[in-house]
């Protein structure tokens, strides 16, 4: 079952790997995502880490003891707007497992995909990009756009 909707942004050996896991990758919602809603969802699942403010955790850049890295910030300070949508999207949903990171990276980051729905991890991205000032969001906007033409980024 190659699905149509695995595309852009991934590799095609990795998408069809996940196509045939049965893991289909959600395109963007027709619909227009519900920030609102979105907001819900991150303060519930996403503050506790990512910081109610998005601020991250203090010192994010520096490993812990652990040599896990704290979780980054989602607010312009931070490099998630240096990610395409299918990007955030894929870490959202799988963690950082390949293609996000290396194979037997370790990370505080949780795979969402059990817990949310497509549509809700677009809500909460949605929420996440309406905390941008606007010249941060263009630049995302056209981060997505050319990865969407090329491969991810
Ligand atoms: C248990 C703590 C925890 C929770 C809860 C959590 N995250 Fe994370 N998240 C992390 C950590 C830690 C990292 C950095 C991991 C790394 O690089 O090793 C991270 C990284 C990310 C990244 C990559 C950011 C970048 O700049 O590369 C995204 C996107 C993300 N998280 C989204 C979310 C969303 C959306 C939620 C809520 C649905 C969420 N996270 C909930 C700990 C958490």
């Given amino acids: 079952m190659v699905s149509r909707k695995c ?17 289909a990758l959600a395109d963007t919602p027709g619909e227009s995502p519900s920030i609102e809603r979105g907001e819900r969802v991150y303060q519930k699942f996403c503050a506790l880490c990512h910081g109610a403010n998005l601020e991250g955790q203090p010192n994010w850049r520096q490993r812990n003891d652990d040599g896990r890295l704290p979780a980054p910030p989602h607010d312009e300070s ?34 969402w995909g059990e817990v949310l729905s497509d549509v809700d991890i677009w809500n909460v991205l949605a929420y996440i990009k309406s905390r941008w000032p606007e010249h941060i969001r263009q630049h995302q906007t056209e981060i997505t756009a050319r990865s969407r033409r090329r491969g991810a980024e």
Avoid: E, Q
């Avoid at 990795?14 to 049965?22: K, V, Y």
């Fill in 7 to 23: 595309r852009t942004g991934f590799s095609a050996v990795i998408c069809n790997a996940l196509c045939f896991a049965g893991i």
């Fill in 78 to 111: 931070g490099h998630t707007w240096h990610h395409a949508d299918d990007v955030l999207f894929g870490i959202t949903k799988f963690g950082l497992v390949p293609p996000y990171g290396p194979p037997d990276y370790v990370s505080d980051m949780p795979a």
